[in-house]
């Protein structure tokens, strides 16, 4: 079975501090996707970034880097210099790699981050 | 509309009573996916379409939820006989064609906020 732990619920930070979200994972599957999904108070999810597990380089997308280790099965989130839209629940999610079908994520309990001026 | 549509946005029903949520999804995206969210929580997976196809429905709760999608368009969920632990929001997501050894990022629309008194 699939599972994904996010143990941090909520981090408050001071804008323009960097952050970072733990994410660590448990899975059979020898491949596998994960991504980062947030999502402000509208409640809508929005996609962020997906990882395939074959591929362990880390990446940078402006303010957002990736952490991937498949070591220690983790897969962190880090907002360098936060800024107060950052504000939202930050979900993790796992899936199984595609079989031919599309593939149900499962989901982290979510982080909460709170960022304050 | 460019996103995935879910109407209505809020729902409140007494116990006991029919409900049923309506999922537009983004034109031409193959798969349809419903999650469930509890207050706190990480959304949960209910059930899986590839076009009009219910390829899997194993996270759905009971045999009152039920879904479909007959024109492989639009989705409905609808809930028989509501129970008070059925209040959550409930997600609508959707992909695009799948390609074999991909998986592509699900498109998650607003949500429905069902609360059942």
């Known amino acids: 079975a699939q599972k994904v732990t996010q143990a941090q619920t909520e981090i408050s930070v001071v804008e323009k501090e960097d952050v970072t979200l733990d994410c660590v994972y448990e899975?059979?599957?020898?491949?596998?996707?994960l991504f980062w999904y947030k999502q402000p108070p509208s409640g809508e999810l929005v996609f962020l970034i997906r990882r395939n597990s074959f591929d362990e380089q880390n990446e940078i997308s402006g303010r957002y880097s990736w952490n991937f280790q498949k070591s220690t099965s983790s897969f962190n989130f880090t907002i360098t210099a936060s800024q107060v839209v950052d504000s939202a629940v930050y979900f993790c999610?796992?899936?199984?790699?595609?079989?031919?079908?599309?593939?149900?994520?499962?989901f982290g309990t979510g982080t909460r981050l709170q960022v304050t001026l | 509309g460019a996103g995935v549509s879910q109407s209505p946005r809020y729902k409140v029903a007494k116990r006991g009573q029919d409900v049923a949520l309506r999922c537009d999804p983004i034109?031409?995206?193959?798969?349809l996916f419903w999650y469930q969210q509890a207050l706190g929580q990480g959304p949960e997976f209910l059930t899986y379409?590839?076009?009009?196809?219910?390829?899997?429905k194993s996270g759905l709760p009971s045999d009152r939820f039920f879904a479909e999608r007959p024109e492989g368009s639009v989705s409905t969920l609808k809930i028989q006989r509501t129970q008070q632990e059925d209040s959550a929001v409930y997600l609508c997501?959707?992909?695009?064609?799948?390609?074999?050894?991909?998986?592509?990022?699900?498109?998650f629309g607003d949500g429905t906020r069902l609360s059942i008194l």
């Open positions: 379409f590839q076009n009009e196809a219910q390829l899997d």
């Open positions: 999610a796992l899936s199984e790699a595609n079989t031919g079908t599309a593939s149900k994520l499962t």
């Open positions: 997501a959707s992909s695009p064609r799948v390609y074999v050894g991909s998986n592509q990022p699900q498109h």
């Open positions: 034109s031409g995206h193959v798969s």
């Open positions: 899975t059979r599957d020898t491949t596998y996707y």
